[in-house]
Structures are given as structure tokens and as C-alpha cells.
């Protein structure tokens, strides 16, 4: 089999995230790493071609900043076989729509020696929050999609998937190729060995300009997106409540008093 | 004046409340055209209360060669839709499948999308609609719009009150071609969830949660939110543990609420918690640790133990009601 992980790269969450003064993502000053809803998708890759044992290749692919490369780095830390990193300072400001492309055209190309089986996704990344690059990954490359999966099974070229929908609890099946999208109710991503640390500096990685791809640099970047951000507001900080220490029950006589006096009994 | 293509989420005909809040804002920017997929027994049922929320036209898709797939299909039938009517807008209630049918939708009709928008107002004259979106767990607003194709948005539940109005209800069946090549991904099974007799979670006016704090006994969560009418939420560290199903879960990877009143309880208030809860009016939080980030957040805190402050709590709520 052969599978590609496509992986980003995002500010980290737990870090002061910001915007640039043209109202993209700051992916430069703000330090970054692989999305944590994408290490799943890796686990899951990596679960899949040991269940396969049968010489799958799996592939971790980045549309990204120069320093995108460490989300690439740490997927290969993981355990994927080889990287592939699309860097082109077109691509800077990319929407859904320029991004996909982008991916898709990787794909292809991944794809031209042998097949592509499967294009895993996270959920989401965690910066845009979209929960659309793999549809509309499934779309471009004319595949079924299998997406949101809690539980993921694979036997042969088919494909299960368990997945929690807002009003029903779902199985999707599909046969190969496609494209997977997995949850973090998927299983625990591990984390890279001390072995995996340094056999990853021995694994292939690519850096792919726009040009290797085929794809027109007038076709990505910010000035061709299809959505124009007019503006970002920070959130002003909530004013700070009352707090009041529970001392032998004062905390629910307390609580109640508050929500009876805003309305809520 | 153009129509603005509302995409209806229902489950056999029964509206859900996000529709309702779609065909409002729809009226804001056009007139509301409501696309109902389903069978025409379903839709008789369901034209009558999208009329009397302001549609004026509903469009009835069959869904005999839909309903067993996956969202290309539908992607494929509104594309047909869309060319047929070239609306001003096309709005989706931000779920799984409203996402991933705008984005097929998008990548078909040549359109920009906006995600999770929680407004969105008509734009200057010739402009499409501009869009609010709540990011980076709630600590930024994004005010945007579309500028090429038709702008297809999806809006997360609660971001405008439905509006009792009566539009003309006109009902058109349209008639679509579904290709093969959408039928690919299969829904083999689907079991609807279980109704649990309170208030769906992204629906409700007061949700009260709980955390790792609760040890795994929810009981005193559930006899808080039932004693307000409230929904039931829980941490990623309570679902991990298997106390609470994923359903209730609140964040970045679980349901995004924004209610009138949110109460954390055992709840630390990690950036991932707090994606999805952050934008509520108010929020209480009851917590041993004084030190625990959800302080920062609330409008009224509790530094104590859940297990004794919410059922003497619930007793005196269940007093004053009488
Ligand atoms: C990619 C990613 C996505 C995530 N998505 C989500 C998500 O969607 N939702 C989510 O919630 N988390 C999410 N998380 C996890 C998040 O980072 C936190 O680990 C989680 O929210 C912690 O849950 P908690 O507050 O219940 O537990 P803890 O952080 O362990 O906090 C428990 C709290 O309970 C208090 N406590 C203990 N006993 C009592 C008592 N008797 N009475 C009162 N208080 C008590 C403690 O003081 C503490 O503050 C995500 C993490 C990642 C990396
Ligand atoms: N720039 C990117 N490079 C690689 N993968 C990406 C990129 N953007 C999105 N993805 C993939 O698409 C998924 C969903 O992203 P999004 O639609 O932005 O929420 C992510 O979890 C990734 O697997």
C-alpha cells in the first residue's frame, strides 16, 4: 500500500497565536509545530501499514513555511518511511481552496510511480479549524471520502469507519483509494522513540517548489484567495468575576444568590 | 431580490433548531429559499414550519439515490441547484456535513467558503455578505467575506434567534442526476442517538459541565442541570476516562457551545476546553484549586468541592422554584 499523511504545520496553541498585519496567520512569530490533530492521523497510518506488513509506504506531506519542515521532521521521528515538504513563498496566505490544490497536485505526483491508497487527514488543523481541506482534497482528486472516523479498520482495500455524527452514530465503508479523515477518538499518537529520532535523519525528505508540482503560482497565495479577511479584532479580556471561597456550604448559598439574581432560576 | 440557499438539517422531517436560526439570517441578505433532501412525505411535514420561519421557497430534493452516501452526492445535487439559481448566498448549519458539502460544493462551483461563521450581515451594495468567525479558541473575531463565485457559508447553531415570520412556503421538487462516482463512500449503519430528555448540548441556554474533578460521578452535574433545564457537558479528560459519552464532550474536538449560562465544575480550563465554550454570556466555575486557569474566565467562581458545593447548591434551586 502506499499512503499519504498530510500533515500541517500550526502555531501553537498554547502560545500567544496572533495575526500579521495582513490579517493571515502569523506562522513566523509565534513558534509552531505538527498539529496535535494530525499526529493521529500519523498513528493511525502507522497502525494501518503494520497491520498490512506487506511493505507499505507511508509518506507525510506539508504545505508549509520553511520552518514547516519540523512538522515533516517529527512525522518521520514517528515512524513514516519518507517527506515530502511543498515550500514556495507563493503559497504564503493560501486559502482552503489554494491549499487543497496544492495538496492535491502533491498527491499526484506522489502518486505518479504508484497509487496512491489512502490520503489521511486530521479532523481539523488546529489553527483554521476548518474540517474541510479533506473533502475538498477528496473532491479535486475525484475520490470517496471516509471522514470524522472515532474508529478506523481496514481489511484488504476496504475501508470502516466508525464515526459520531450530530444525530446518529454512523459506519461509512469505501474501497481504496480514498481519503481518510480521523478523530482524536482514534487512539493515542505515540510518541517518537529515542531509535525513531535517529532513524529519521536518515530518511528520505523532498522540499517541492510550486514548479515540481505543476502548479501556476498565480493560482495560490493570498491576492488570488477566494475569501478576503477584512479584519481582526482580539477578543477584549472577560472582566474578572467574583470568587468566593466555600466555607461550610456559604459556596452554594453563594452560587444560588448569583443565579437567581441574573435570572436563571 | 436574490434567494439565499438555506441547506435543511433535519432528521425524517424534523427540523432542527440551527435551520430555524439560518432562515433568519437568510432574510437578513435575500429571500430564504430552504433545500430540504428528503422523501415528499417528509417534506409536507417540514414545509409548513420552514414557511412559517420565513421561507419563501422550498426547494424538494429526492433523496432516494443520496441518502445512503456520504456528502458528495448532496454536493452534487446543489452544484445543480446552484446553477439553476444563481443565489446571493448558500448557508449550512456548521456540522460534519454541512462542512464537507460546502467544501466539495466549493471546489465544484469555483466558490469561496467561510467556516463557523457565528454572524453574518448583508454587505455594502454588489458586495456578498460579510461574516463574523470567533478564532484561535475564541480569543480573536475575524470579520470576512467571499469574493469569488457564490459565497457558501457555514454558521455555527445559536449565532442568531429564529424569527416566526411567514414566508410563502412555495414548494418546487427539483429534480437532480446523481453520478455514480459520488456513490462511493456508503453509510452501512446509522444509529440515531438516543434522546437523554434534556436539551441538546449546542442547543441549550444553560449548560453545566464537568471535569476530571467529578471522579467519575456525574450525578451531581445531572441533578444541577436538570434542577435549570440545562444540557450536560463534559471535559475530553472526563470522556477519556469513560465516564461521559464523546457526544457531550465540549472543545476544540467536541461541540462548540455558546449558551447563556456555562457551569465548569472539576474543570481545569485548558485552551482546548475553552475553544469550545469561551463565547458563552456568562460562565461559572466551581473548582478546588483557587489557582485554576477557568478563574480567569468567569463571572462567578466557587473555590471548593463540587461534591458538596452542586447538591447543596441544587437542593436551594429546588427550594426557590417551589
Ligand atoms: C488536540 C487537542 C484537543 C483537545 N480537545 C479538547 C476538547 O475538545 N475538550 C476538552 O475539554 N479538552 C480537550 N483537550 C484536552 C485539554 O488539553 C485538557 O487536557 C482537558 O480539557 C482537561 O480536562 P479537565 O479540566 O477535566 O481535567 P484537569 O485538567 O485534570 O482538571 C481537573 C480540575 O478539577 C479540579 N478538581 C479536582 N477535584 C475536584 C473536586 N472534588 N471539586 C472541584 N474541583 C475539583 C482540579 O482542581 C482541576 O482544576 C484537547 C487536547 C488536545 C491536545
Ligand atoms: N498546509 C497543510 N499541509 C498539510 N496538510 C494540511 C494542510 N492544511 C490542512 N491539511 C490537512 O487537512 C486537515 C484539515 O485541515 P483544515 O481543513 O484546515 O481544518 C488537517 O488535519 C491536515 O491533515
Same mark, same amino acid.
Given at each position: ?265 | ?24 439570517? +437568510? ?20 414545509? +409548513? ?5 420565513? =421561507?419563501? !421557497? ?15 452526492? !448532496? ?6 441547484? @446552484?446553477? !439553476?439559481?444563481?443565489? +446571493? ?55 470576512? !467575506? @467571499? ?60 449548560? @453545566? ?27 475530553? =479528560? ?25 457551569? =465548569? ?58
Amino acid at each position: 500500500m502506499n499512503i499519504v499523511v498530510c500533515v500541517k504545520y500550526v502555531p501553537d496553541a498554547t502560545a500567544d497565536r496572533q495575526f500579521t498585519s495582513d490579517h493571515t496567520v502569523d506562522r513566523v512569530g509565534v513558534d509552531g509545530l505538527l498539529s496535535e490533530l494530525d499526529e493521529y492521523a500519523v498513528e493511525q497510518a502507522l497502525r494501518i501499514k503494520e497491520k498490512a506488513d506487506d511493505g507499505t509506504t507511508v509518506t507525510a506531506l506539508c504545505v508549509g513555511p520553511e520552518k514547516a519542515v519540523d512538522a515533516v521532521r517529527k512525522s518521520l521521528q514517528m515512524g513514516v518511511d519518507k517527506g515530502v515538504h511543498v515550500l514556495d513563498d507563493a503559497i504564503a496566505g493560501s486559502d482552503y481552496i489554494a491549499t487543497s490544490l496544492v495538496l492535491a497536485k502533491a498527491v499526484e505526483k506522489l502518486g505518479a510511480e504508484a497509487r496512491v491508497d489512502l490520503v489521511m487527514c486530521g479532523m481539523a488543523s488546529t489553527d483554521a479549524s476548518g474540517s474541510v481541506v479533506p473533502a475538498m482534497l477528496a473532491e479535486r482528486l475525484g475520490l470517496p471520502q471516509v471522514t470524522f472516523a472515532a474508529v478506523v479498520e481496514t481489511q484488504g482495500d476496504q475501508v470502516r469507519i466508525k464515526r459520531d455524527s450530530d444525530t446518529a452514530t454512523e459506519v461509512i465503508g469505501a474501497t481504496m483509494p480514498l481519503v481518510l479523515s480521523v478523530t482524536d477518538q482514534t487512539g493515542e499518537a505515540r510518541y517518537p522513540s529515542f531509535k525513531g529520532i535517529m532513524a529519521a535523519k536518515k530518511k528520505p525528505m523532498e522540499t517541492w517548489s510550486l514548479a515540481d508540482i505543476g502548479v501556476d503560482a498565480g493560482e495560490v497565495g493570498l491576492s488570488v484567495a477566494w475569501s478576503e479577511v477584512a479584519e481582526t479584532t482580539e477578543r477584549p479580556a472577560r472582566t474578572a468575576g467574583e470568587i468566593v471561597k466555600d466555607e461550610e456550604g456559604s459556596g452554594a448559598s453563594a452560587l444560588t444568590e448569583f443565579l437567581a439574581s441574573k435570572k436563571f432560576i | 431580490m436574490s434567494e439565499v440557499l438555506v441547506v435543511v438539517d433535519h432528521v425524517d422531517g424534523a427540523i432542527r433548531k440551527p435551520t430555524l436560526e439560518l432562515l433568519a439570517i +437568510a432574510k437578513r441578505l435575500g429571500e430564504p429559499a430552504a433545500v430540504f433532501f428528503g422523501g415528499s412525505e417528509a417534506a409536507a411535514g417540514a414545509a +409548513a414550519k420552514l414557511a412559517a420561519f420565513g =421561507a419563501e !421557497k422550498i426547494y424538494v430534493i429526492d433523496d432516494t439515490e443520496i441518502k445512503g452516501y456520504l456528502v458528495a452526492p !448532496k454536493a452534487e445535487a446543489l452544484q445543480q441547484l @446552484v446553477e !439553476k439559481t444563481s443565489p +446571493a448566498a448558500v448557508l449550512f448549519v456548521s456540522g460534519y456535513e454541512g462542512k464537507e458539502v460546502a467544501a466539495r460544493l466549493a471546489i465544484k462551483t469555483g466558490s469561496g467558503l467561510i467556516t463557523d461563521a457565528v454572524d453574518v450581515a448583508a454587505g455594502s451594495a454588489g458586495e456578498g455578505p460579510v461574516t463574523t468567525q470567533s478564532v484561535f479558541a475564541g480569543n480573536f473575531t475575524v470579520q470576512a !467575506k @467571499v469574493t469569488r463565485g457564490t459565497p457558501l457559508i457555514t454558521i455555527k447553531p445559536n449565532s442568531a434567534p429564529p424569527e416566526e415570520s411567514a414566508g410563502a412556503g412555495t414548494v418546487e421538487e427539483f429534480a437532480v442526476t446523481i453520478s455514480d462516482s459520488a456513490k462511493t463512500a456508503q453509510i452501512v449503519a446509522s444509529q440515531p442517538r438516543e434522546a437523554s430528555g434534556r436539551p441538546e448540548l449546542t442547543e441549550a441556554a444553560i449548560v @453545566v459541565s464537568g471535569g476530571r474533578g467529578t471522579g467519575g460521578n456525574f450525578e451531581p452535574i445531572e441533578k444541577l442541570a436538570d434542577s435549570l433545564g440545562a444540557a450536560v457537558g463534559a471535559s475530553r =479528560a472526563a470522556v477519556d476516562s469513560g465516564w461521559m459519552p464523546h457526544t457531550f464532550q465540549v472543545g476544540q474536538t467536541g461541540k462548540t457551545v455558546s449558551p447563556q449560562l456555562y457551569v =465548569a465544575n472539576g474543570i481545569s480550563g485548558a485552551i482546548q476546553h475553552r475553544a469550545g465554550m469561551q463565547t458563552s454570556k456568562t460562565i461559572i466555575a466551581v473548582n478546588k484549586d483557587d489557582e485554576a486557569p477557568i478563574f480567569e474566565l468567569v463571572d462567578f467562581g466557587v473555590v471548593g468541592d463540587l461534591h458538596s458545593v452542586l447538591p447543596a447548591a441544587t437542593e436551594q434551586i429546588e427550594k426557590r422554584k417551589g
